[in-house]
Nanobody, 124 residues
């Protein structure tokens, strides 16, 4: 079974940057679409950014466009999320996900493997 472990979360001031990593084990990531989701306190989990299995399509939530960048290194079985210009609204637990899902420029669905999450806190 595919297992995902996130790292890189922490406390950062508004305007700062963080880089999240997600290392996969059990299977190689090159057979899956991958993505990052987040859940803010008191809110539902939302998709942040996803990358299709064929490396041709990326999805970004409107709230992070121009600030966040998703990338993947299949040789290292790792997915990254570079987060710049962070605001307190970006605070939450960030989850890595993978699966045989559908990624378009407008949506990201069907990722069924999940990590346990890493906490990102942005102070004002």
């Amino acid at each position: 079974q595919l297992q995902l472990v996130e790292s890189g979360g922490g406390l950062v001031q508004s305007g700062g940057s963080l880089s999240l990593s997600c290392v996969a084990s059990g299977y190689t990531l090159d057979r899956y679409s991958v993505g990052w989701f987040r859940q803010a306190p008191g809110k539902e989990r939302e998709g942040v950014s996803c990358f299709s299995v064929n490396n041709k399509t990326k999805y970004y939530a409107d709230s992070v466009k121009g600030r966040f960048t998703i990338s993947r290194d299949n040789a290292r079985n790792t997915v990254y999320l570079q987060m710049n210009s962070l605001t307190p609204e970006d605070t939450g637990v960030y989850y890595c996900a993978a699966g045989i899902g559908i990624v378009t420029h407008l949506s990201c669905d069907g990722l069924n493997y999940w990590g346990k999450g890493t906490l990102v806190t942005v102070s004002s």
